[in-house]
């Protein structure tokens, strides 16, 4: 079974800190996908990799930067926390698009309830 | 532009009653669609997925979705539902001018399924 797992479940920090969430996947996926999900809007994309080193910036990107250095390991990170930026983040994990044109389903860690006081 | 809508953000049903969450698409060609549910305090799992065949696909926990191309629709159903079925239903679709197998979800439907 595919594990994606994040650092922590929930998470409080006080406005201007520098927050890290971390997430690592154990199936060797090349994708890695950071998520926020808030009531009433779904989920928007923040960034995404696909291969070590490598990231593209999703839907709303501003405010995050993220670090990817091991494949297996996804790494976003809030440069100056604001109250705006409370809300559950996901992290996700997919293998890579196959040659036939197959696209392969995400898979979901727990999630982060960040609260930014 | 691609997108998913779910236009109902409710959906109730009685236990043992069928149920159907909805989905509409627009996409240029032909699409790959999804749909994952969500449990309170957890993460998105994957339910099933639709990239070519058959228009009925059959996924986990007794889940089908069909697929209706002249509808542009993928509503998600279930014969039967079951009061552990209550729980945040996303639709998905994968973003075709992204390599990195992006997908645009749909705002979600909550399911209550009442005893």
């Known amino acids: 079974d595919v594990k994606v797992t994040q650092s922590s479940r929930y998470l409080v920090k006080r406005t201007g800190e520098k927050v890290f969430l971390e997430c690592v996947q154990d199936?060797?996926?090349?994708?890695m996908f950071w998520y926020r999900q808030d009531p009433g809007l779904g989920l928007r994309l923040i960034y995404f990799?696909?291969?070590?080193?490598?990231?593209e910036k999703g839907d709303i990107p501003e405010g995050y930067s993220v670090s990817r250095e091991k494949k297996e390991r996804f790494s976003l990170i809030l440069e100056s926390a604001s109250t705006n930026q409370t809300s559950m983040y996901l992290c996700?994990?997919?293998?890579?698009?196959?040659?036939?044109?197959?696209?392969?389903?995400?898979?979901f860690g727990p999630g982060t309830r960040l609260t930014v006081t | 532009a691609q997108s998913v809508a779910q236009p109902e953000d409710q959906v109730n049903v009685a236990e043992g009653n069928p149920l159907t969450v909805k989905c509409t698409y627009s996409v240029s060609g032909n699409p790959y669609l999804f749909w994952y549910v969500q449990y309170p305090n957890r993460g998105l799992q994957f339910l099933l997925k639709y990239i070519t065949g058959d228009n009925l696909v059959k996924g986990s926990y007794g889940f089908e979705a069909e697929f209706n191309k002249s509808q542009t629709s993928f509503h998600l159903k279930k014969p039967s539902a079951l009061v552990s079925d209550s729980a945040l239903y996303f639709c998905a679709v994968r973003d075709r001018n992204n390599q990195g197998g992006k997908l645009i979800f749909g705002q979600g439907t909550e399911l209550s399924v009442k005893p």
């Open positions: 990799s696909y291969d070590v080193k490598m990231k």
């Open positions: 996700a994990s997919s293998l890579q698009i196959g040659g036939s044109g197959l696209s392969y389903e995400q898979y």
């Open positions: 199936m060797d996926h090349e994708n």
